[in-house]
């Protein structure tokens, strides 16, 4: 109005939607999935470290992370993508929450020492955001094509839990969420979001600490297991039979030395072992530690008792939502379900499937998450998607989920 310099202006009118009383802020999905890490690592009173390699779009993340040395957080920038996730493994080996950070290439790098955090079962967050591929792709444009390599992108059986943040704003409790997995059942654990959501920004409430999660864990500090000889020892691979997470001793701790490496552990002696059935034994019960991880109930938003069920995860979720209201305007009948953690899938998501004739999965991929939705659930999982490096239009999406609706 000063300057006279636009010729048209807009005025946008109060949002109707009730928000939470409280202190807002603008802030991008990196820079809160940054200060949800380190906010984890202050819950769980442990030091924060950070083994990266710059990658774009991640690098946002170690450039203010490095800015909070007063929070006891370490930036290590290595010289390639496997010395910043083997500081980060060491790193939690010595008693840190470990993280490392990368897009869709680095995780490729990455997949021996994850495969070794899964062997050790040790506390790691290995931060995915997803960029266009294959291999150098498109570094600036955005995709969700790196669901399956997080599932399954390892050798052997080395099941890895994954929890996606669906905006900006969530990626702050996204991080949280998925510290408090890899401490409170020792697993490294992704965090998948993408080049949409480290970009974009929303507004963000500021929490009370009152609020936040305690994340704190306990280190053993003696022997854990008594012989039938009456001698106490420490067995490193001895676990929570709630968790089924093995102790956390932190190195120099007296009589708690014990054997790491990648090769096969022997059940509670931790001690190596080729024994066949020791070997069946160990893959199983790291596949039940994830499978049985405490999740919520996936909700589901179905005002109408629609027919038709629109799944998504992850960034998705903006558009679907924005697509799912226009239909609704126009009288239409439609239900939304979103999907923060992947590896478990919520334990209500199989009986929530067969309530609807229809399941619509919008990705942005060539359909990971419709691909394991229709494996586990034997349902008629329907993909929509597009790979063109840009976030779907709430338009285009609804016209693509009235066409289902309409069938």
């Given at each position: 109005e000063t300057t006279e310099d636009f010729a048209v202006s807009y005025e946008i009118a109060p949002a109707t939607r009730a928000f939470p009383t409280g202190t807002y802020r603008n802030i991008s999905g990196n820079l809160a999935l940054s200060y949800g890490l380190v906010a984890a690592a202050r819950q769980a009173d442990l030091p924060l470290y950070l083994g990266s390699y710059p990658i774009t779009p991640a690098s946002d993340i170690l450039h203010e992370l490095s800015r909070h040395k007063n929070f006891g957080v370490r930036t290590f920038q290595a010289e390639d993508e496997i010395a910043g996730i083997g500081a980060a493994l060491g790193a939690a080996f010595g008693g840190a929450l470990g993280v490392t950070t990368t897009s869709g290439p680095g995780v490729a790098l990455k997949s021996e020492t994850i495969g070794l955090a899964v062997s050790l079962e040790l506390p790691l967050l290995i931060v995915d955001i997803q960029r266009g591929g294959p291999s150098t792709g498109l570094p600036t444009k955005t995709e969700q094509a790196d669901l399956l390599q997080a599932m399954y992108g390892r050798n052997g059986e080395a099941p890895v839990p994954?929890?996606?943040?669906?905006?900006?704003?969530?990626?702050?409790?996204?991080?949280?969420?998925?510290?408090?997995?890899?401490?409170?059942?020792?697993?490294?654990?992704?965090?998948?979001?993408?080049?949409?959501?480290?970009?974009?920004?929303?507004?963000?409430?500021?929490?009370?600490?009152?609020?936040?999660?305690?994340?704190?864990?306990?280190?053993?500090?003696?022997?854990?297991?008594?012989l039938a000889d009456g001698t106490e020892v420490f067995w490193p691979y001895k676990r929570d039979p709630e968790t089924l997470a093995r102790p956390w001793a932190v190195p120099g701790t007296p009589g708690l030395e014990h054997r790491i490496g990648g090769i096969e552990k022997q059940d509670g002696t931790g001690n190596i072992s080729y024994d066949p059935a020791n070997h069946e034994f160990m893959v199983r019960t790291r596949q039940a530690k994830v499978d049985g991880i405490d999740v919520p109930d996936i909700e589901v938003d179905d005002p109408d008792g629609a027919r038709t069920l629109v799944l998504g995860w992850g960034s998705t979720y903006g558009p679907i939502t924005a697509a799912v209201r226009r239909i609704r305007r126009e009288d239409g009948h439609i239900a939304q379900a979103h999907l923060r953690h992947l590896n478990p899938f919520p334990k209500n998501l199989g009986e929530v499937l067969k309530r609807y004739e229809k399941v619509v999965v919008p990705e942005m991929n060539l359909g990971q998450l419709a691909t394991l939705v229709r494996a586990r659930y034997l349902v008629d999982a329907r993909s929509h998607t597009q790979v063109n490096g840009m976030p779907f239009k709430a338009e285009q999406l609804a016209a693509a989920l009235k066409e289902a609706i309409d069938e």
């Amino acid at each position: 109005e000063t300057t006279e310099d636009f010729a048209v202006s807009y005025e946008i009118a109060p949002a109707t939607r009730a928000f939470p009383t409280g202190t807002y802020r603008n802030i991008s999905g990196n820079l809160a999935l940054s200060y949800g890490l380190v906010a984890a690592a202050r819950q769980a009173d442990l030091p924060l470290y950070l083994g990266s390699y710059p990658i774009t779009p991640a690098s946002d993340i170690l450039h203010e992370l490095s800015r909070h040395k007063n929070f006891g957080v370490r930036t290590f920038q290595a010289e390639d993508e496997i010395a910043g996730i083997g500081a980060a493994l060491g790193a939690a080996f010595g008693g840190a929450l470990g993280v490392t950070t990368t897009s869709g290439p680095g995780v490729a790098l990455k997949s021996e020492t994850i495969g070794l955090a899964v062997s050790l079962e040790l506390p790691l967050l290995i931060v995915d955001i997803q960029r266009g591929g294959p291999s150098t792709g498109l570094p600036t444009k955005t995709e969700q094509a790196d669901l399956l390599q997080a599932m399954y992108g390892r050798n052997g059986e080395a099941p890895v839990p994954i929890v996606a943040p669906m905006t900006p704003a969530d990626c702050f409790d996204a991080a949280i969420e998925a510290a408090r997995i890899a401490l409170a059942y020792r697993t490294p654990v992704f965090l998948l979001s993408d080049g949409y959501l480290a970009n974009g920004s929303e507004p963000w409430r500021i929490p009370d600490v009152d609020e936040l999660p305690d994340l704190r864990t306990r280190f053993s500090t003696g022997p854990n297991h008594e012989l039938a000889d009456g001698t106490e020892v420490f067995w490193p691979y001895k676990r929570d039979p709630e968790t089924l997470a093995r102790p956390w001793a932190v190195p120099g701790t007296p009589g708690l030395e014990h054997r790491i490496g990648g090769i096969e552990k022997q059940d509670g002696t931790g001690n190596i072992s080729y024994d066949p059935a020791n070997h069946e034994f160990m893959v199983r019960t790291r596949q039940a530690k994830v499978d049985g991880i405490d999740v919520p109930d996936i909700e589901v938003d179905d005002p109408d008792g629609a027919r038709t069920l629109v799944l998504g995860w992850g960034s998705t979720y903006g558009p679907i939502t924005a697509a799912v209201r226009r239909i609704r305007r126009e009288d239409g009948h439609i239900a939304q379900a979103h999907l923060r953690h992947l590896n478990p899938f919520p334990k209500n998501l199989g009986e929530v499937l067969k309530r609807y004739e229809k399941v619509v999965v919008p990705e942005m991929n060539l359909g990971q998450l419709a691909t394991l939705v229709r494996a586990r659930y034997l349902v008629d999982a329907r993909s929509h998607t597009q790979v063109n490096g840009m976030p779907f239009k709430a338009e285009q999406l609804a016209a693509a989920l009235k066409e289902a609706i309409d069938e």
